[in-house]
């Protein structure tokens, strides 16, 4: 366990009482009120986050996964995985036991919970069905360190990047039953991203495309006006050159959105307020669009149908801005939900709301700077084409 700020999922059920006055129900219906965990004292303004809190745990529990699937939420740690109530989460805090140790991603897929194990000698993928995770299968097991990438499930299949190859490899679901299968290699530390058949990553300032879930020929694309293939000699350019650097991407209903470090010399002259933005484009390719411009470094981008989720990197790199937009009109629709980890960010969402991990002071680094660590759920409404 790493220092005292992750704590044993079992412990939730019991360290609960001190957010719900010692009402505390593990047996998974709802507690006395139904309505969602607030804080009467949230700031309010025009420059106010839109985030209301879901549940807020007490020190020192910290969580670093979270899943969103029916009427639960699902929270999770280096020990154990609970559950709770969307709409009444501290009261109904119980465990899962039948997801039990150290758990390092977490992931809704289809009708069950996708879930990377490790233990000190072992790692694993297994799903579970829901809600309490009842009947386990386990995808493979013995995988020597995963880079940095999160596993996707996706599209019948189950993708991971390997730390010792830099590379990535894919599995068919339920049982990885003819073995691993190579997809290409995995240069940078963002997440992969899929949509339909299409399968996504970024090395350096190429963006990667297979096709047939990965099974088809990896193809390197610019982050140009219309995602072009990239040629060779474009991919070696001298570290002087001016470059568009992709930091970023994700995928959603048929689009590839990508955030862009626009190109600036090397070193780049503009300090902290180096110019960013954030493009689209099918994932067949095609006529790009910029849909968003900063003046800070944009990372981790979620997207759920037309809405587009991304947080800043602060000079601090401990906590981050959390922000969404309609992607159809960015600009004015453009809002403030809350603060993040920079470094666990973990955003889901139903069909209704958007859940985040809050991040909240923790004390003072050694350095002198606040530290920050996912001490809360908070959520947003959903936002709806006009």
């Keep these: 366990m790493s220092g005292s700020k992750l704590v044993w999922l079992p412990l939730l059920g019991a360290l609960a009482c001190v957010a719900c006055g010692g009402n505390v129900n593990l047996g998974g219906k709802p507690g006395p009120s139904s309505e969602p965990d607030g804080n009467d004292d949230e700031p309010t303004g025009p420059d106010a986050p839109v985030g209301k809190s879901v ?7 910290r969580v670093n ?19 709770c109530l969307k709409r009444n989460c501290i009261p109904t805090l119980e465990l899962v036991p039948n997801v039990a140790g150290s758990l390092n991603s977490l992931q809704v897929y289809e009708d069950r919970l996708a879930v990377t194990h490790s233990s000190t000698d072992e790692l694993w993928f297994a799903d579970y069905s829901l809600p309490l995770g009842a009947r386990e299968n386990v995808v493979i097991r013995d995988l020597p360190p995963l880079g940095s990438a999160t596993p996707l ?7 991971w990047h390997l730390n010792l190859d830099s590379k ?10 003819t073995g691993p299968e190579l997809v290409g290699s995995y240069l940078n530390d963002t997440d992969m991203s899929a949509d339909g058949e299409m399968l996504f990553w ?23 006006a219309t995602l072009s293939e990239a040629p060779p000699e ?20 048929g689009m590839l959105y990508v955030a862009l470090a626009r190109a600036q010399p090397n070193p780049p002259t503009c300090g902290e307020s180096c110019p960013h933005s954030i493009m689209r484009w099918p994932v067949e390719g095609g006529a790009g669009e910029e849909l968003f411009t900063s003046n800070g470094a944009i990372d981790r981008m979620y997207a759920f149908g037309g809405e587009l ?6 000079s601090t790199f401990r906590e981050s801005t959390l922000w969404s937009c309609l992607a159809d009109n960015c600009v004015s629709t453009r809002r403030k939900l809350g603060q993040v980890s920079a470094t666990q960010t973990q955003v889901v969402a139903d069909d209704t709301s958007v859940y985040w991990l809050e991040a909240v002071s923790d004390g003072v680094a050694f350095d002198g700077s606040m530290r920050f660590a996912n001490g809360a759920i908070h959520r947003a409404p959903r936002l709806s084409p006009e």
């Design 168 to 177: 990535i490899y894919r599995c068919a679901l339920p049982s990885c039953a």
């Design 309 to 314: 989720i991304w947080h800043d990197i602060p």
């Design 234 to 253: 474009a991919l070696v350019e001298p570290l002087d050159t001016p470059l568009d650097m992709p930091t970023a991407l994700t995928t959603s209903a």
């Design 153 to 159: 499930w996706h599209g019948g299949f189950l993708y």
């Design 55 to 61: 549940a807020v745990f007490p020190d020192p529990i």
């Design 65 to 83: 996964l979270m899943a969103v699937a029916g009427d639960y939420l699902y929270v999770g740690n280096d020990e154990g995985l609970s559950r």
């Design 202 to 224: 970024f090395a350096y300032r190429a963006i990667y495309r297979s096709p047939n879930r990965g099974g088809g020929p990896v193809v390197a694309l610019l982050p140009d």
